[in-house]
């Protein structure tokens, strides 16, 4: 069992930026893949980026590329996802998740999500 620490949502004007952290502890050894995704009232679920924490190699969904950066620090067992030029349309409730597979996880534990508003 993963359990996980999300931190750093919050309500940022169109054009700021905001810095989500994602703490994970327990069976950490499990995770093969991890990644964020979101979800906004009325809307689907979105996987937003993942990476491999072994190689770091990274995925983006095409609405994120160029504005969001996932990575990790293993020796905190944390997970970022530094997010720029951020637009109103990225208001979403916003998840860790973890599992196994490589990059995009096949997800089995799941953070309790965090709020991020992007409002004028």
């Known amino acids: 069992q993963v359990e996980f620490v999300e931190s750093g949502g919050g309500l940022v004007r169109p054009g700021g930026s905001l810095r989500l952290s994602c703490a994970a502890s327990?069976?950490?050894?499990?995770?093969?893949?991890m990644g964020w995704h979101r979800q906004a009232p009325g809307k689907g679920h979105e996987g937003v980026s993942c990476?491999?924490?072994?190689?770091?190699?990274?995925y983006y969904a095409d609405s994120v590329k160029g504005r969001f950066t996932i990575s990790r620090d293993n020796a905190k067992n944390t997970m970022y996802l530094q997010m720029n030029s951020l637009k109103p349309e990225d208001t979403s409730l916003y998840y860790c998740?973890?599992?196994?597979?490589?990059?995009?996880?096949?997800?089995?534990?799941w953070g309790k999500g965090i709020q991020v508003t992007v409002s004028s």
């Open positions: 998740a973890a599992g196994s597979g490589y990059v995009c996880p096949r997800v089995d534990s």
């Open positions: 327990g069976s950490i050894f499990l995770i093969t893949a």
């Open positions: 990476l491999s924490p072994s190689d770091g190699s990274t």
